[in-house]
């Protein structure tokens, strides 16, 4: 945290500069959207072997699910090469279980016969990158850096039922008890950027984030990840 108000301050510094220089600043405002291949990291915060053992059943029976960032951003452009961008994100990750049986000590034909289970992490961030530009033609090489201070506002646990007949039931729990409200993720990404007209451009941008702080505190230390291809459209306001 103590990073990300260094940063915010600077970017206030730049900022204040730019608008003060002979050249003013150019803003552009604009529309995010990006699949993306969500999972989790697992790790022991001890030396119990018991938690060892959890791990290992979690990532036998766990795996990665699809999930997507979307948000509106503004960009205030110091240069032709140079820009910074923030905004608001609104982002769903997580991970999801493979299909498992259920056993039963008396099997009733009536009971659900397995099981898949989804976790979704729900957040809303506030992006803060330095973005790079390279080239003078339409199609322009693009990178970034920077890190999101993501806020969640919920957990939903899904769970799938499918019954000897091939019904399926989905179950649906939502909280916030017990995670952790805050997570901070550095952002990278490289990609390309298009003038589409002298006031509108598209980008594509692969993406990788991942978090720094663990989901809640518990023996097993879960990270979230995820990488992606961020399409984006901006319009020039300024």
Do not use: C
């Given at each position: 945290?103590?990073?990300?108000?260094?940063?915010?301050?600077?970017?206030?510094?730049?900022?204040?500069?730019?608008?003060?220089?002979?050249?003013?600043?150019?803003?552009?405002?604009?529309?995010?959207?990006?699949?993306?291949?969500?999972?989790?990291?697992l790790k022991?915060?001890?030396?119990?072997?018991?938690?060892?053992?959890?791990?290992?059943?979690?990532?036998?029976?766990?795996?990665?699910?699809?999930?997507?960032?979307?948000?509106?951003?503004?960009n205030?452009?110091?240069?032709?090469?140079?820009?910074?961008?923030?905004?608001?994100?609104?982002?769903?990750?997580?991970?999801?279980?493979?299909?498992?049986?259920?056993?039963?000590?008396?099997?009733?034909p009536?009971?659900?016969?397995?099981?898949?289970?989804?976790?979704?992490?729900?957040?809303?961030?506030i992006?803060l990158?330095?973005?790079?530009?390279?080239?003078?033609?339409?199609?322009?090489?693009?990178?970034?850096?920077?890190?999101?201070?993501?806020?969640?506002?919920?957990?939903?646990?899904?769970?799938?039922?499918?019954?000897?007949?091939?019904?399926?039931?989905?179950?649906?729990?939502?909280?916030?008890?017990?995670f952790?409200?805050?997570?901070?993720?550095?952002?990278?990404?490289?990609?390309v950027?298009?003038?589409?007209?002298?006031?509108?451009?598209?980008?594509?941008?692969?993406?990788?984030?991942?978090?720094?702080?663990?989901?809640?505190?518990?023996?097993?230390?879960?990270?979230?990840?995820?990488?992606?291809?961020?399409?984006?459209?901006?319009?020039?306001?300024?």
């Amino acid at each position: 945290m103590k990073h990300f108000l260094i940063l915010l301050l600077s970017f206030l510094s730049i900022n204040t500069f730019g608008q003060n220089a002979k050249n003013a600043t150019k803003i552009s405002i604009g529309y995010s959207f990006s699949p993306e291949y969500s999972f989790r990291t697992l790790k022991n915060s001890g030396s119990n072997n018991y938690t060892d053992l959890v791990i290992n059943s979690r990532n036998d029976i766990e795996k990665a699910k699809f999930g997507y960032t979307t948000g509106l951003n503004i960009n205030f452009h110091f240069s032709e090469m140079f820009r910074f961008e923030t905004g608001f994100q609104y982002s769903n990750k997580g991970y999801k279980t493979k299909e498992q049986d259920l056993v039963y000590f008396q099997n009733i034909p009536s009971d659900p016969n397995k099981v898949t289970m989804k976790y979704s992490y729900q957040y809303i961030g506030i992006p803060l990158q330095a973005k790079f530009a390279f080239g003078k033609s339409k199609t322009r090489f693009i990178s970034s850096a920077g890190i999101v201070t993501n806020f969640l506002i919920n957990v939903k646990n899904s769970i799938k039922l499918v019954y000897p007949d091939g019904k399926t039931e989905i179950k649906s729990e939502f909280s916030t008890s017990g995670f952790n409200k805050i997570d901070i993720s550095p952002i990278v990404s490289i990609g390309v950027d298009y003038k589409l007209k002298d006031k509108i451009h598209l980008s594509v941008e692969p993406t990788f984030r991942f978090g720094l702080i663990e989901t809640k505190d518990a023996p097993v230390k879960e990270k979230l990840w995820s990488a992606g291809l961020v399409f984006g459209l901006s319009y020039y306001i300024k």
